[in-house]
């Protein structure tokens, strides 16, 4: 199991590793979350123990190394053609469309599958699934045809709904369904941006 430490670059105190005057460094400016780092214990404890082979150049540079590669690994990414975003959204469509074929209500009772199974992945697949979709489609709007514009906003009601009705209980906001156009969007061959 991994742990962390949060840690600061400039102390909190200015007699600590690189301390800097409070003169020069705000209480409030110590305190900022843009003045800590997460570090391993043996990493703080050697850093610390050697701050002039570690200034606080160095650590921000590598905090800004690390958050940069974070938002490049969850950050939604933009297409240059239909293909790729296709690509891309392929697979949560696919698990969703297998997981309502097999767990999925139909009516009311369920006449098919395991509503405690479907709820269960309807939570953990599903939203999440809908979610990284609606994030594609968003961020590659500019590949939409105005009729899928349209269906993503059907898409995003019923994204809306469904959290409200497996995540919260709350069935009173409606029941939109899926709409099935989506499955096709970015299929119709088109691979210009226009």
Not at 18 to 31: D, K, M, Q, T, Y
């Given at each position: 199991m991994d742990f962390a430490e949060l840690a600061h670059i400039i102390p909190a105190s200015p007699g600590g590793p690189?301390?800097?005057?409070?003169?020069?460094?705000?209480?409030?400016?110590?305190?900022h979350h843009s003045n800590l780092i997460l570090l391993c214990a043996n990493c703080h404890t050697t850093i610390d123990k050697a701050p002039t082979s570690y200034p606080a150049d160095m650590?921000?540079?590598?905090?800004?190394g690390r958050v940069d590669e974070i938002h490049v690994a969850v950050s939604t990414p933009v297409f240059r053609t239909r293909a790729e975003a296709r690509a891309h959204i392929q697979g949560s469509l696919d698990e969703n469309a297998l997981i309502h074929a097999r767990y999925g209500p139909v009516g009311d009772p369920?006449?098919?599958?395991d509503p405690i199974l479907w709820l269960r992945h309807a939570?953990?697949?599903?939203?999440?699934n809908n979610r990284r979709v609606l994030r594609v489609l968003d961020a590659n709007r500019h590949l939409l045809t105005p009729e899928e514009q349209r269906m993503v906003a059907i898409y995003?009601?019923?994204v809306e709904q469904f959290e409200n009705r497996h995540v919260l209980d709350?069935?009173?906001?409606g029941t939109e369904r899926f709409p099935?156009?989506?499955?096709?969007?970015?299929?119709?061959g088109r691979t210009n941006q226009t």
């Open positions: 690189r301390g800097i005057p409070l003169s020069e460094v705000s209480a409030e400016a110590r305190a650590l921000y540079d590598w905090k800004q369920y006449q098919r599958g939570r953990s697949t599903i939203v999440p995003r009601l019923h709350d069935f009173t906001t099935e156009a989506i499955q096709r969007v970015f299929l119709d």
